[in-house]
């Protein structure tokens, strides 16, 4: 009989641009159309044999062993997507399409390369995350972490670090940094000749490849440790420059990563940049509200907050604190007579002497020019406080040297208990200033 040429033949199966596999009850293909060395790199006759998990990404393998199931069971699965790793490393997006044959005892399916199309998802909505992350993360770690969720999503980030440039320092620190095989680096000054410099100074991103990795470590004095399999750093820019950089990276066995996620990379590194330079804002926007920006202390604001807080909790726990007001006798007239620079400077060592004098629980604060405010939490009896204030007192005994200028300055200090002296912060905070400037008219400063 002549063969009817109308009938499909597996010339015309390999003139399909999908591919068509065939795989037995264990996933090991035993056919493989043309088409799937388009997709994952390996001919058909490389693909005989192997089994379509080892290739997959180990987080979507427990998905698929589910929907093989229900195709096993008789139920034809439709526009089912997973990932697979490219024979160059690269990671594949998907789409298939399959039944189980019971009279052959094989899945047959079609596989779809949709990468493109994901990849275009995925940066639009990786787009829209890190503008909805820059708006609503607490803080930068948290911005961070939220960051590198985002960028797995477009590429694989097991290894991941966002390293930040201080120009006036030239020093790169690393904020965030999840690494396999290597700890976060100490801040250091950029050395001429590392990957790190070379993108800072640039401005131009770094991708090596295992066929260029070699060559390129022994022209860079660069030390990773257990050497990368592949690695991927961009830089983060702003109007202002360069202000640090992104750095994805793979070990043996490990992804390998490819132009297109470096421009993915870079093209979310703009945002990325962003959202930083807005949370660095507001870091110092908040900052400035709560410190005196002179001494660096907790200004009158902040110091009412903390009082509230620390009220609340020893009503709670019927508890207690002290209160101590201090003033600087004669610093009038040490501004009159050499200058506010000098009396700035004063401050500034006050500052430093007085938060030696406390615990880290206590809280020491600058509420006006030269008055302080020291909350005392859980102490035990007013001899415990006067104790501190005695502290206070042998720390202002040495004088202060200040640019050629010795001075010997003294504090005035006035003391408020609770619950004995208040029970709001109004009432204890009004009797300690009260008890200072009593301090100060008996001592005639």
């Given amino acids: 009989m002549e063969p009817n040429p109308r009938e499909p033949s597996a010339s015309f199966i390999d003139l399909m641009m999908d591919a068509v596999f065939a795989v037995d009850f264990e996933a090991h293909v035993v056919f493989a159309s043309a088409s799937c060395e388009r997709i994952f790199g390996y ?3 490389e693909m005989i044999g192997k089994n379509m998990f080892d290739m997959m990404l180990p987080e979507d393998r427990e998905l698929t062993r589910n929907s093989l199931v229900a195709v096993m069971a008789g139920q034809p699965q ?9 024979k160059t490393g690269k990671v594949v997006h998907i789409m298939w399409s399959a039944r189980w044959s019971p009279a052959d005892q094989l899945r047959i399916g079609v596989a779809r390369d949709i990468t493109e199309r994901k990849r275009s998802e995925s940066l639009q909505s990786a787009l829209y995350s890190i503008s909805e992350a820059a708006q609503t993360a607490e803080d930068l770690l948290k911005l961070f972490q939220r960051i590198h969720q985002i960028v797995g999503t477009l590429l694989p980030a097991d290894n991941f670090s966002v390293a930040l440039y201080d120009d006036e320092t030239d020093q790169l620190s690393f904020p965030y940094h999840v690494d396999e095989h290597l700890q976060t680096p100490e801040p250091f000054n950029l050395i001429s000749g590392t990957l790190y410099s070379e993108i800072i ?19 860079l004095r660069s030390s990773f440790g257990m050497n990368p399999f592949c690695w991927l750093g ?9 202000i640090g950089l992104l750095m994805v990276k793979s070990y043996p066995g490990g992804v390998c990563y490819s132009e297109q996620d470096q421009e993915l990379l870079q093209f979310v590194s703009t945002q990325i940049a962003a959202a930083i330079e807005r949370q660095q804002m507001q870091v110092r926007l908040q900052y400035m509200a709560q410190y005196d920006q002179l001494t660096a202390l907790p200004n009158r604001v902040f110091f009412h907050d903390r009082l509230k807080v620390a009220l609340s909790a020893a009503r709670r726990e019927q508890g207690q604190l002290s209160l101590l007001y201090l003033d600087l006798n004669k610093f009038k007239q040490v501004n009159d ?3 506010h620079r000098i009396g700035d400077l004063l401050l500034k060592e006050v500052a430093v002497r007085l938060k030696q004098c406390i615990r880290e629980s206590d809280t020491v604060a600058r509420v006006g020019g030269d008055e302080f405010v020291v909350l005392l939490r859980g102490t035990s009896s007013p001899e415990n406080v006067a104790r501190v ?8 005994g040495h004088p202060f040297i ?3 200028h010795s001075l010997n300055i003294a504090p005035s200090i006035g003391i408020a208990h609770y619950p004995e002296h208040g029970n709001d912060e109004h009432q204890l905070l009004e009797h300690a200033d009260k008890a200072m400037y009593f301090v100060k008219n008996v001592k005639g400063n």
């Fill in 234 to 242: 961009v830089p983060l820019k702003s109007h202002k420059g360069t």
């Fill in 337 to 339: 007579a050499l200058g």
């Fill in 43 to 45: 001919t058909p006759k």
């Fill in 402 to 404: 200040l640019d050629g």
């Fill in 78 to 86: 439709l526009h089912f997507e997973n990932r697979y790793l490219h």
């Fill in 389 to 396: 204030s005695e502290k206070i007192r042998d720390a202002f």
């Fill in 201 to 219: 100074h640039t401005g131009q991103p770094l991708l090596l490849t295992p066929e260029t990795m070699v060559d390129r470590l022994k022209l």
